[in-house]
């Protein structure tokens, strides 16, 4: 059965396509508009900011899979060994994505060079220095951005009732990249772009092995909250 538009990764590859060169010309206008917004926001966004960071994502997603294995390793015979063995799935799914999302969008950075905000007086809004190891030019894509895009794309995927609060989580902390100047909002967009792609190719990864996901036409769904029978059955 083809799957409509909005049930496909179509809808993000047109996202992806047509947002990051749409906002690429508006970049500085927007960034220094967003700087330049009242203390109390700004204060706020610097407040929210750093939620976006991988290490703590890839440590807590990491310890909470360890200790739900091992907990249904020890008991797995008892009644909650399914439960804990579901929870070591999804951080395990966690981990991974945002583990392959911080991989890609560190070598992106190196090798797109793009110069941060905090230089535009100097050089600009669209300044690139491939492969220059300095953090100054390594604004394009937002690693924050591609953090919470990871994972609230990854929680997007286990919970699809909760998508809407996920969504407006990312696009809070990718907003405050753009508040603080750390990024351009182009930079924001690819990188929450590009955790989202990483968290649905994992989820179909793990949906064509049948563990945590399973494929329900053409698309990977939580085991427990689609109506459709696995294929086959």
Known sequence: MKRPFATSPLWLFAATLILIPA?????????????????????????????????????????????????????????????????????????????????????AKLLIGRARPELFAELGAYSLAPFTPDNLYHSFPSGHSAAVGALFGALAMLAPRLRPLFVLGALAIGVSRVVVGAHYPSDVAAGLLLGLWTAIAIAFLFARRNVLFRLDRGWPKPEGFSPHPPAGT
């Open 23 to 107: 906002l690429a010309p508006l970049d500085p206008v927007l960034s220094m508009r967003a700087q330049a917004l009242p203390d109390a926001i700004v204060a706020f966004n610097r407040t929210i900011t750093d939620f976006g960071t991988f290490r703590w994502m890839i440590g807590a997603s990491a310890a909470v899979a360890l200790l739900a294995w091992g907990l249904h390793r020890i008991g797995r015979n008892g009644p909650f060994a399914a439960t804990m063995q579901a929870i070591a799935r999804a951080s395990l799914y966690v981990f991974l994505t945002i583990g392959a999302t911080s991989a890609l969008v560190h070598a």
